[in-house]
Nanobody, 121 residues
Framework: QVQLVESGGGLVQAGGSLTLSCAAS????????MGWYRQTPGKQRELVAT???????IYADSVKGRFTISRDNAKNTVTLQMNSLKPEDTAVYYC???????????????WGKGTLVTVSS
């Protein structure tokens, strides 16, 4: 019943900004960590940024200083603010969440369907 829904992708010129949002819908679960990954054809999916339930963050070296990840635990949302975008940032961005359903012992990994970000030069 859990779904991750992304929004905010689109086309932007180099140097511009975009904000990606992801909302976890459903009930009866708690989220341990959320993050964003990206992938282009011919390349392996790579980590962009993650944030724990306590607010600890990890960023890929390629986006440090340009991207900022945040979350709202009450709303089960995660946001990625992307500034100073470069053409190499072009990719499909996927929301990821590690969560535990109520009444279960083990956690489960969920993925969104992805949203396309295109940065033109």
């Amino acid at each position: 019943q859990v779904q991750l829904v992304e929004s905010g992708g689109g086309l932007v010129q180099a140097g511009g900004s975009l904000t990606l949002s992801c909302a976890a819908s459903g009930s009866g679960f708690s989220i341990n960590a959320m993050g964003w990954y990206r992938q282009t054809p011919g390349k392996q999916r790579e980590l962009v940024a993650t944030i724990s339930s306590g607010g600890s963050t990890i960023y890929a070296d390629s986006v440090k200083g340009r991207f900022t990840i945040s979350r709202d635990n009450a709303k089960n949302t995660v946001t990625l603010q992307m500034n100073s975008l470069k053409p190499e940032d072009t990719a499909v961005y996927y929301c990821n969440a590690h969560l535990k359903a109520a009444g279960t012992i083990y956690g489960t990994q969920y993925w969104g369907k992805g949203t396309l970000v295109t940065v033109s030069s």
